[in-house]
């Protein structure tokens, strides 16, 4: 019998499947396949990108910041012209072509996307320029330690201040602490945090928060936030999936993702479309 890959070639080759027809195929067309190529022959021919180490012989430290020069890298030869700026379309070629995870992909896929599809156009037009610049690096708190996914079920609050027209994120108990968000360990400043909405003792939903979490200038977590990498993690070790803890932290009023909710000063709830969706 012969030696296992040699029958798996051979299998392959006497398929008779077009392989360059396929390839067109699963990207959507040729205008689109040769885009993303163009991606990863543009990342594969600059050394600083493609000096790949064995992730699996380096600290967990090292791998990672040796990541963040790769990204370094990329975001100069976008400004230059030579590939795409990443995006939330095409960061995920971009991963293919550095052959890891990428560093920043919870930010272009998560928080990028969600600023988009809940926040109003003065808020798109207000935060937009600094999220693509990477001066605001975002991330999706979400999950929390005592209910996953389960998004009906997050206990993180949003208490309403009508006196000072402020939010009050808190975390009442330890089950409420946001777990597993990537980006969050070591990497965002912003996140877009998921909270119960509470006015008046009476409970909204929930329902999403554009929130600064570290300072611009220190990177140190701000006052009443506690944030920490959960370190590394089997299949993408260098990823830096983080937890946040809230101690009464206050937003302002506009803080509130307001494509399809608003809360007035008055704390007037006002919902746009179906609130079932």
């Known amino acids: 019998m012969k030696p296992f890959q040699d029958q798996l070639r ?4 006497s398929s008779g499947i077009d392989y360059a027809e396929l390839g067109t195929f699963v990207w959507g067309g040729q205008k689109e396949q040769d ?38 890298r990329i975001n100069e030869l976008a400004k ?18 550095i052959g890891v995870l990428y560093p920043t992909s919870v930010h272009h896929g998560m928080f990028e996307s ?11 037009e207000k935060y937009w320029e600094d999220i693509r610049a990477y001066k605001i690096l ?4 979400q999950t929390e330690m005592g209910t996953g996914s389960n998004v009906q079920g997050l206990e993180t609050q949003a208490v309403y201040n009508e006196a000072t027209e402020e939010f009050v ?30 006015i008046k003792g009476e409970s909204y939903g929930i329902h999403a928060f ?11 977590p701000l006052k009443g936030i506690e944030i ?23 937003i302002p009023r506009s803080a509130i993702l307001s494509k399809y909710v608003n809360v007035t000063k008055d704390g007037i709830i006002d919902i746009k479309g179906d609130p079932r969706i």
């Open 228 to 250: 920490g990498d959960i370190g590394p993690k089997y299949g993408y070790p260098l990823k830096d999936n983080g937890y946040m803890i809230f101690n009464k932290v206050r």
């Open 10 to 13: 051979n299998e392959v080759t």
């Open 210 to 220: 554009f929130m600064q979490i570290r300072d611009f200038d220190t990177h140190t």
């Open 138 to 141: 975002g991330c999706y708190a």
């Open 114 to 124: 969600i600023v988009k599809v809940l926040g109003s156009e003065e808020q798109i």
């Open 35 to 72: 885009y993303h190529k163009s991606i990863v022959e543009g990342v594969n021919a600059d050394p600083v990108i493609t000096y790949r180490p064995s992730y699996g012989e380096l600290y967990r430290e090292e791998g990672f910041f040796n990541n963040l020069k790769r990204v370094q």
């Open 80 to 97: 230059q012209g030579k590939i795409p700026a990443v995006d939330t379309y095409n960061y995920g070629t971009f991963a293919i072509a």
């Open 169 to 198: 994120i808190h975390s009442p108990t330890v089950k409420a602490a946001k777990f597993w968000p990537g980006d969050l360990g070591k990497l965002a400043n912003h996140a877009v945090v998921f909270a119960k909405l509470i």
